[in-house]
Structure formats: C-alpha cells, structure tokens
T-cell receptor
C-alpha cells in the first residue's frame, strides 16, 4: 500500500531535549516536505527536499533541521525544542510527475507537545 | 502575495442543513491549483478535490459541491444535507510554484460542527 509514515504519532517532551520525527514514504518520490499546523494559521511549510541531499527552507524553518540521506526518508530534527514548537506536524511527498499535477500525499500527522 | 483566506472560523449547523464554506485566494500566477482538504477529529488530512485555474466548471460529488469563480477569486464548498460525520476542520489550499517545488498555501481552516 502506498503511504507516507510518520513516527511517532504523539510525543510529549521537555524544553531543550533533542528529538527527531521520522517520515518515510514507499512510493519512490523525489519530493518531500514538512508542514506544521497551528490554530488560526492553517498549515505552513517548514522545509522541503527535491531529492537526496537537496533540501531548502520553507516559510517557517527556524528551530528545525532536516536531512535527506536516502530517498525514502526525510526526518525532522528539533535540536532544542521550545514550547512554541508545540504543534501538529505533517510530512508530505510527491513524485516529479505528480508535482506537475499538484498532487501531494500526506502522512497521518505527529502531535508534539513541548513542556 | 499568495494567500488563502477562510473568513469563517467556526460554523455550527443542525443535521440536514446545507452549509457553505467560503474560500478566497490571491495569486499573481495564471496557472494554479486549488484544493479542499478535510481534517476529522482523528487529525489526518483527507483530500477532497483539486481544481486547476483553467477549469471553472462547478463540480458535484454526492452531497459535496464546489463553486469556482475566477472573477471573484473564490472556491467555495457546499455540503448539502449535512451529517454529523461531516464535523471536521476544512482547509482550502492554493498550490504555488516556489523554488522548483509546488508547495501548498493553506487557509486557516473552518471548523464545522454538525449537531444531531
């Protein structure tokens, strides 16, 4: 089954404790991205990647890092989480063909609370 | 500026009522795509519809219908005979080409509560 898998689905942590949210897709997609969802703001793009070793900042990259060492994985790293990073996070992926059609596949979301 | 505005923060209706969710967008691009997503209480995003800027035909899918009007930059979503299962947050989104990538610009969302 084609899917984008995020882990964990729920995470409670404390300020300053490094964490990683994983994202994996099994569709051989070149493009992957991370969004965060906040009340009253909708979803905003954090980082995106157009292929292995190619990443770039989205609209709200501060406080986050990403890496793309393998095509299927695109982890989101919070080196020193702060309470303002409490949010619902979504990973998305798409292929170059589907990018032209503007089709993206979303993971189920990761709800993060930073205390 | 590329922007999506969903002016209705929350809507509350009684089952079987019709309800329209408004979406107004801004873009300088002549080619673009518009989307609606549903987010049920479980949190995942459910894709509902994708419409390109050259196709202004209205679309109907069961109880759902969409009205795209380029003249007013609007892409409104109507649920006919609403049901409790329609309770969710609904997002309108605009696809924009930026830095070699088509990213989605989302509206703030409209929370729909359908009461029995």
């Amino acid at each position: 089954e084609a899917q984008v898998t995020q882990n964990p689905r729920y995470l409670i942590t404390v300020t300053g404790k490094k964490l990683t949210v994983t994202c994996s897709q099994n569709m051989n997609h070149e493009y992957m991205s991370w969004y965060r969802q906040d009340p009253g703001l909708g979803l905003r793009q954090i980082y995106y990647s157009m292929n292995v070793e190619v990443t770039d900042k989205g609209d709200v990259p501060e406080g986050y890092k990403v890496s793309r060492k393998e095509k299927r994985n695109f982890p989101l790293i919070l080196e020193s989480p702060s309470p303002n990073q409490t949010s619902l996070y979504f990973c998305a992926s798409t292929s170059s063909l589907e990018l032209a059609k503007n089709i993206q596949y979303f993971g189920a979301g990761t709800r993060l609370s930073v205390l | 500026a590329q922007k999506v505005t969903q002016a209705q923060t929350e809507i509350s209706v009684v089952e079987k009522e019709d309800v329209t969710l408004d979406c107004v967008y801004e873009t300088r691009d002549t080619t673009y795509y518009l989307f609606w997503y549903k987010q049920p209480p479980s949190g995942e995003l459910v894709f509902l519809i994708r419409r390109n800027s050259f196709d202004e035909q209205n679309e109907i899918s069961g109880r759902y219908s969409w009205n795209f009007q380029k003249s007013t930059s609007s892409f409104n979503f109507t649920i006919t005979a609403s049901q409790v299962v329609d309770s969710a947050v609904y997002f309108c989104a605009l696809s924009v080409f930026s830095g070699g990538y088509n990213k989605l610009i989302f509206g703030a969302g409209t929370r729909l509560a359908v009461h029995p």
